[in-house]
């Protein structure tokens, strides 16, 4: 069984730019939480989806936003790119919204310039 | 609310030594806990997990943590360290219900030849 992939694996921007990252889940999979990794702040939760709903949300702005497909893939997107959005971005997917194992993907790194 | 301390970002061990990594945590409810490994610029990989039951987990790569409630502690541990076992290692802790997960600020392990 394939796990998760993450599309692209690196990506440079400027600043100012939006940028939208691609998560497909381990198949039959329905929940993908979608974490932030930088050295500063470490990993910190950004939002999770379940049957295309948002579920939980972290503490971020308004900027980061994120969506699901009826096939369970999902897409976060990140607008008006700052400095500081630099990281590698995790996407990990479970069967269910309360199932406790998260399967991780291998991220995409994004390099705000 | 739920909070994970690792003591030590830092742990250095030789080749065949015992690993012991750290890891408290704090919870309002029942918690499950985890363990997961990092290599370089890869996803995380789950090692082991408590949710209920039995206090000592196995993982894998002989990995093992014991849960100690009274403590509110989930330490890592192995036996014999191997060079491949060189990477960071994140404890993690979710409340029971749909909540995301909460992680530690990571361990580096070095294993020295």
């Known amino acids: 069984k394939a796990g998760v992939t993450q599309t692209p694996r690196y990506l440079i921007k400027t600043r100012g730019q939006q940028v939208t990252l691609s998560c497909s889940p381990i198949?039959?999979?329905?929940?993908v939480s979608w974490y932030q990794q930088t050295p500063g702040q470490g990993l910190q939760f950004l939002f999770e989806?379940?049957?295309?709903?948002?579920?939980n949300k972290g503490n971020f702005p308004g900027r980061f936003s994120g969506r699901q497909f009826s096939n369970s893939r999902s897409e976060m997107n990140v607008s008006t790119l700052e400095l500081g959005d630099s990281a590698l971005y995790l996407c990990?997917?479970?069967?269910?919204?309360?199932?406790?194992?998260?399967?991780f993907g291998p991220g995409t790194r994004l390099t705000v310039l | 609310a739920q909070s994970v301390t690792q003591l030590g970002s830092h742990v250095s061990v030789s080749e065949g030594a015992l690993v012991l990594l750290r890891c408290n945590y704090s919870s309002s409810v029942p918690p499950y806990l985890f363990w997961y490994v990092q290599y370089p610029n890869q996803g995380l990989q789950l090692l082991l997990k408590?949710?209920?039951?039995?206090?000592l987990v196995k993982g894998i790569n002989g990995f093992e943590a014991e849960f100690k409630k009274s403590e509110t502690s989930f330490h890592l541990t192995k036996p014999s360290a191997h060079m491949s076992d060189a990477a960071e290692y994140f404890c993690a802790v979710k409340g029971t219900g749909r909540r995301a997960l909460t992680f530690g600020s990571g361990t580096r392990l070095q294993v020295q030849p």
């Open positions: 989806y379940f049957s295309e709903t948002q579920r």
């Open positions: 198949s039959g999979h329905r929940s």
């Open positions: 408590y949710t209920t039951g039995a206090t």
């Open positions: 990990a997917s479970s069967l269910d919204s309360g199932n406790n194992e998260q399967f």
